[in-house]
């Protein structure tokens, strides 16, 4: 590979003469004496074997030669200190690609909240996610296409490789169109459910909330009717449009649901507990980052 006919620091000093417009300036700036500058720059066009600097003027002016010299050096030296810059934020753990996986019944709770707090306080980290259930979720942990999972229990993973961190609980509510009759109780005795169309995920779903939701029934009623949706956004414009009462994670609903009116259920089996999974073994300071904002009060417990 041929030498090149000029150092790094040759280019930081002529990008900064050009900028400050004067020996001067740009030595301050530099915090270097005028007379090194004025050497590295003569040697500069020694090595290039060209004049980049119109001496016939009594200001600083670039020959031509010197104008594409300057607009290279700049480009490669903010190049470098952004570089420089960005490697400094991934080791602080500021910067970073992450793939998150969650399910839906997440995307309104406190979790996901100190989510996108992270995102938005350190704008060089980059995120995928993926909205699934919680077994599918987890398999793609373990096939390393997820970096940290935020999913509802049971979420079985081999506690070899993987952390475990408990998650503040939610619950299973009850949510019908606002004006339903008999709907004034703020905890719902699940009995109530039992005159009014259900809407559920489908029986043939894998998902905890959906096992769980079937359980609860299951202990107390036998629906008239059930209507199945997999996408919480579809069961609440069938109850809008007065088609049932929709069983949901309370952290699935979107704030300031209009024309609904939302009550907790009187059951053993609303409760629903949630936990953020990731590797033991991490490599990204992003991640650990991460995983501390999330968890918010309950990371120096874990410490």
Not at 122 to 138: A, G
């Amino acid at each position: 590979m041929a030498e090149l006919p000029f150092t790094f620091r040759q280019l930081r000093y002529l990008v900064a003469l050009v900028d400050a417009r004067g020996y001067r300036r740009a030595a301050d700036l530099l915090h270097i004496s005028q007379p090194p500058l004025t050497q590295q720059m003569q040697a500069l066009e020694r090595q290039l074997g060209v004049e980049l600097f119109d001496r016939s003027s009594r200001r600083l002016q670039l020959t031509l030669a010197g104008e594409t010299m300057y607009q290279r050096a700049r480009a490669l030296v903010g190049g470098a200190d952004e570089a420089g810059r960005l490697v400094q934020a991934v080791g602080r753990g500021q910067a970073g690609r992450l793939r998150v996986g969650l399910t839906d019944d997440h995307l309104n709770g406190p979790a996901f909240d100190r989510l996108l707090a992270v995102l938005r306080q350190h704008p060089l980290i980059e995120i995928e996610t993926r909205i699934d259930e919680t077994l599918t979720l987890v398999s793609q942990l373990e096939a390393d296409e997820l970096d940290l999972v935020i999913a509802n229990e049971p979420a079985p993973t081999d506690p070899e490789r993987f952390q475990r961190y408990p998650l503040a609980s939610s619950c299973v509510v009850a949510v019908a169109k606002t004006g339903l009759p008999g709907w004034s109780k703020k905890l719902l005795p699940v009995a109530e459910l039992g005159i009014h169309p259900l809407i559920l995920m489908p029986a043939r779903s894998r998902a905890p909330f959906a096992l769980q939701c079937r359980r609860i029934i299951a202990d107390a009623i036998r629906p008239i009717r059930v209507h199945e949706t997999s996408s919480v956004a579809i069961g609440l414009r069938l109850v809008q449009a007065g088609l049932g009462v929709l069983l949901a994670s309370e952290h699935s609903l979107p704030r300031g649901t209009d024309s609904c009116s939302i009550r907790r259920l009187d059951s053993s089996h609303a409760e629903l507990r949630h936990v953020l999974l990731a590797p033991k073994r991490r490599v990204s300071p992003a991640l650990d980052q991460l995983i501390v904002e999330i968890l918010g009060p309950e990371a120096a417990s874990l410490a």
